[in-house]
Each structure stands twice: as C-alpha cells, then as structure tokens.
C-alpha cells in the first residue's frame, strides 16, 4: 500500500514546518523533506518520476525557492513536477512571481492542515 502511495518532496529550511508537512501528509502520501534548494533538487534530479509534487519554501538560506522552481521548470526532466510555493509573507508580487515561474499554487504560512492537504488534493489526487 505505502508503495501506491504519491510523493510530496517538501522544501523549507525550517525544521518545525519540514515535520509538521509531514505530519499532516504522510496519512495520504509518502513525504520526502529538504532543507535546502539545492538538496531538493538533487533528490529530484536522482530519480525524477519519483517525486509527484513539491512544496516549496521561497525564502530559504542558499539557493531560494524561485531559484529552485526556475531550475526544475528549465530541466525537461522535472518541468511536469507541480510547484506549489509556501510562504511566510502575504504578497501578491510574490505569489504572481511564483506563478510566471510555473507554480501551480501558493500557500501561506502559518497554514492550517485542512488548507495544506486540500491544496495538495488539489493539484495531486490520491
């Protein structure tokens, strides 16, 4: 069964939202986490059919997550990968750039579960 299951590769250098995403996922999907850009995009780039979906934090420590995005959407073996962009601030210039850049959604922190997995059933149906 855990094998059928979809995977959410979740991105933030915030090691609290990395478990909480997990908490709230792992029921509906196999959850990987990254705490860095350029952590995320090698466990993609290792094997790319494996991740269904990413969760990615814009403002990170490195390699941010439009940064992230911009590579994954470039990379024909990644760009079919759904983005959907968390963020700490409300902004649309933010949310806007994030959508020119391929997202398919954004979430704001701090969210609440319910938001998270309808967001995710959204884009990723189980």
Do not use: W
Not at 22 to 48: D, H, T
Not at 91 to 107: H, N, P, Q, S, T
């Amino acid at each position: 069964m855990e094998q059928s299951k979809k995977c959410v590769l979740a991105v933030d250098d915030t090691p609290s939202y990395l478990m909480l995403l997990n908490m709230i996922l792992q029921k509906n999907y196999a959850v990987k986490a990254a705490p860095k850009g350029e952590i995320a995009l090698k466990i993609v780039r290792q094997n790319p059919a494996a991740v269904d979906l990413i969760l990615l934090d814009i403002m990170m420590e490195g390699m941010d997550g439009f940064a992230v995005c911009q590579e994954l959407k470039a990379d024909p073996a990644t760009a079919r990968i759904p983005v959907i962009f968390i963020s700490g601030k409300e902004d649309e210039a933010d949310r806007e750039k994030g959508l020119a850049l391929g997202a398919v959604d954004f979430i704001v922190k701090p969210f609440a579960a319910d938001t998270v997995l309808a967001t995710v059933a959204r884009h990723l149906p189980t």
